[in-house]
């Protein structure tokens, strides 16, 4: 059974940081696309970086610059480091996990940003 199990996610005031980890038990972890989306309350799910297998990423405009995806093929493992946080990154971060029409998700972590 596949899963994706977020952690990191918390209270954190503006401009601190907080470093997202998502733990997957899937085989061949290393040939997905690994991605993070937040979803905040009355707006739709967004994409908030994605990395590939090869290790290619993209990002949502807001937060280039602050936010950075990786990943630790070894460890079955996506990060999100997110730094300079705002109170508009505050939302439930998602995992996602994509290969062709292969589609995992995680349950959520909780970002807020407030003082």
């Known amino acids: 059974q596949v899963q994706l199990v977020e952690s990191g996610g918390g209270l954190v005031q503006p401009g601190g940081s907080l470093r997202l980890s998502c733990a997957a038990s899937?085989?061949?972890?290393?040939?997905?696309?690994m991605g993070w989306y937040r979803q905040a309350p009355g707006k739709q799910r967004e994409l908030v970086a994605a990395?590939?297998?090869?290790?290619?990423?993209n990002y949502l405009d807001s937060v280039k610059g602050r936010f950075t995806i990786s990943r630790d093929n070894a460890k079955n493992t996506v990060y999100l480091q997110m730094n300079s946080l705002k109170p508009d990154d505050t939302a439930v971060y998602y995992c996602?996990?994509?290969?062709?029409?292969?589609?995992?998700w995680g349950q959520g972590t909780q970002v807020t940003v407030s003082s």
């Open positions: 996602n996990a994509g290969y062709g029409s292969i589609r995992w």
């Open positions: 899937i085989v061949n972890f290393a040939v997905y696309t």
């Open positions: 990395i590939t297998s090869g290790g290619n990423t």
